[in-house]
């Protein structure tokens, strides 16, 4: 396989990697991530568009993995997509939400190899994967804790499962790195040696 390049600035991304044991380095896309529209489908773009913009400046052969992560709220007419909470006081109305409830966190992947100057970025990937999230029922002192933690700070959805966050959770039904934010299974399926060093 050739070089990987991380397209994201987050630390649970390359922490993924590293615990793979997959070596890579990461270039920091510069993009304005879409947010309007089905948030699954936004996720698979932006993925795509942090790949692309990427890629532009590797070498070809380069391969490029973008990510994105949204917790799907689907209580609304239509389904939205739920982003990282502004203060404490939205942490905590986000943890009440899923207290006692599941929703779902899509983790989208795409995986490009550069062209390079000359040639046409070739898309390997582009697709999301979804897990389903079960919250046991969370009590005043369970939601005041977990925001007293601060680990909500930069989580959509106010939480982080790999952390603290899942003494709040009771299960889940699908891939646990998609949660933390990369879907490994898709990736593996897809483009089975990108992730074996």
């Keep these: 396989m050739s070089e990987l390049v ?10 993924i990697l590293t615990t793979l044991g997959v070596e890579h380095r990461v270039v920091v896309p510069g993009v304005d991530e879409l ?15 942090k790949a692309r913009a990427v890629a532009r400046d590797q070498p070809a052969g380069t391969l490029i993995l ?14 939205r997509a739920v982003g990282k909470p502004a203060d404490a006081a939205e942490a905590a109305t986000m ?8 929703h779902h966190v899509a ?5 490009v190899r550069a062209g390079g100057p000359d040639g046409a970025d070739e898309v390997l990937l582009a697709d ?3 897990t389903l999230v079960r919250f046991r029922a969370l009590s005043d002192d ?10 909500w700070e930069g989580r959509a959805g106010g939480y982080a499962i790999q952390l603290r966050g899942a003494l709040l959770v009771d299960g889940i039904e699908g891939d646990w790195w998609t949660v933390v934010g990369l879907p490994v299974g898709l990736i593996v399926r897809a483009v089975p040696g990108l992730l074996r060093s």
Aim: hydrophobic share 45%.
């Design 142 to 151: 369970d939601v005041a804790w977990y925001v007293g933690t601060g680990e």
């Design 107 to 111: 983790s989208s992947a795409a995986v």
């Design 95 to 102: 943890l009440r939400r899923w207290s006692g409830d599941g």
């Design 35 to 49: 947010t309007d529209g089905d948030p699954v489908a936004v996720a698979v773009q932006n993925a795509l568009l």
């Design 6 to 15: 991380l397209a994201s600035g987050s630390p649970q991304r390359r922490a």
């Design 128 to 130: 999301a994967a979804l």
């Design 66 to 79: 973008g990510s994105d992560t949204v917790i799907v709220d689907r209580t609304a007419d239509a389904p």
